[in-house]
């Protein structure tokens, strides 16, 4: 189960849709039938525009994108997909890694999408971005990568604190994440901060090391990585270290990252 109860589900899809609702402009939402069960996507945006998909990191939702996708949707379709297996909408299914490419193609299928797509995506996002990319070329033009798993190392004990931090309530909460995670944005006291913590105190994050991507199969991708160098989950020194010219590394950010909106629509439409 990856909800800590059936009551924690109920209250979080409950606040979940609350907080959709205050969507900031004309969206659609839907479920897409897959191979791997019903996909929530938020779309928005011209229906005429290129498409651009979002893709969230773990223990998190679509909303991760609400403060972008005015500005992306002036240029783009954006569809901001609910990962499987996250707190958001979608099925409550964690298939094999390699089986979510196979889902993705069933996204986009079920979205009507035929035309190559540019994703935007963050941390465990941002692996699924990068296998699906790789694995795909044809059907992917443009990545652009918040923290992404896959390049840096993942680093190991991270979670140890949690052990004697949890039981604190939300309070311990935050505390764990910013030992985990690295410094945080401001933005706790918004709702959508405090929907943060609600999703961390009733949901089961998953626990997995993820495959580091060779260099081979990253040279061949259009992108750009955005790293924090306080970042304690990945190693994105090394990240940089890789990807020198398509790496941005901010030197006081942890792994969630403050509002990186105008950067990533420049590199979009360049």
Do not use: N
């Not at 009507?112 to 540019?118: G, I, K, Q």
């Not at 990319?133 to 979670?159: E, W």
């Not at 590394?249 to 420049?266: K, M, S, W, Y």
């Amino acid at each position: 189960m990856i909800f800590r109860s059936d009551a924690s589900r109920r209250v979080l899809h409950e606040r979940y849709r609350e907080l959709l609702a205050t969507w900031p402009m004309p969206s659609e939402q839907r479920l897409v039938p897959t191979r791997e069960g019903d996909t929530f996507v938020v779309s928005c945006g011209p229906a005429d525009a290129p498409p651009l998909v979002l893709l969230h990191g773990s223990a998190s939702t679509t909303l991760e994108w609400i403060g972008d996708v005015v500005a992306w949707a002036e240029h783009f379709r954006v569809h901001a997909v609910d990962l499987l297996g996250e707190p958001g909408l979608s099925a409550e299914v964690r298939p094999a890694l390699d089986a979510y490419v196979d889902w993705l193609d069933d996204v986009l299928d079920g979205l009507d999408v035929r035309e190559p797509v540019s994703i935007v995506a963050s941390s465990l996002g941002g692996w699924f971005a990068l296998d699906y990319a790789i694995r795909r070329s044809d059907r992917v033009l443009k990545l652009a990568l918040l923290t992404p798993s896959g390049i840096g190392r993942q680093k190991s004990l991270i979670f140890l604190p949690a052990v004697f931090l949890l039981p604190f309530g939300r309070w311990g909460i935050l505390q764990t994440m910013r030992l985990v995670a690295g410094p945080l944005p401001s933005g706790d006291a918004t709702e959508y901060g405090r929907f943060a913590l609600m999703v961390h105190e009733h949901f089961r994050p998953r626990r997995v090391s993820l495959p580091i991507f060779t260099d081979e199969q990253l040279e061949k991708l259009d992108l750009l990585v955005i790293a924090g160098g306080r970042d304690r989950m990945l190693d994105s020194q090394e990240t940089k270290r890789r990807l020198p010219e398509a790496t941005v590394l901010l030197p006081d950010a942890g792994h969630v990252l403050p509002a990186q909106t105008e950067r990533v629509l420049t590199w979009l439409r360049s």
